[in-house]
């Protein structure tokens, strides 16, 4: 499986971005597909997730009410809507998935088999 993410860029605090997370290769119905985030000198976040059957979402603190993740099936590729971003926001965000996750897993980027190559999020006035 491969994840291919993108979108990121430079925005205003308060503005939106979207980043996409296009997965191709053998997918599966069974798949939690997630985002994370890591500012420099932090650990990773989760920030939300989605699970592919269903569309069941789970989100972070820091992004619940301004974050929204979406799927689009026939495409196999999941979205990241993101409102209200503030300057703490930026960070390199990663998608990444799995199979087979059990609910209490989703939150640990270890238990995450495939990961997206990053995009550069960048929240600057």
């Known amino acids: 499986v491969q994840l291919q993410a993108s979108g990121g860029g430079l925005v205003q605090p308060g503005g939106s971005l979207r980043l996409s997370c296009a997965a191709s290769?053998?997918?599966?119905?069974?798949?939690?597909m997630s985002w994370f985030r890591q500012a420099p000198g932090k650990e990773r976040e989760f920030v939300g997730g989605?699970?592919?059957?269903?569309?069941?979402?789970n989100y972070g603190d820091s992004v619940k009410g301004r974050f929204t993740i979406s799927r689009d099936n026939a495409k196999n590729t999941a979205y990241l809507q993101m409102n209200s971003l503030l300057l703490e926001d930026t960070a390199v965000y990663y998608c990444a998935a799995a199979s087979g996750m059990i609910r209490s897993n989703i939150f640990n980027p270890s238990a995450y088999a495939y990961w997206g190559q990053g995009t550069l999020v960048t929240v600057s006035s």
């Open positions: 989605i699970k592919w059957s269903g569309g069941h979402t």
């Open positions: 290769g053998r997918t599966s119905n069974s798949f939690q």
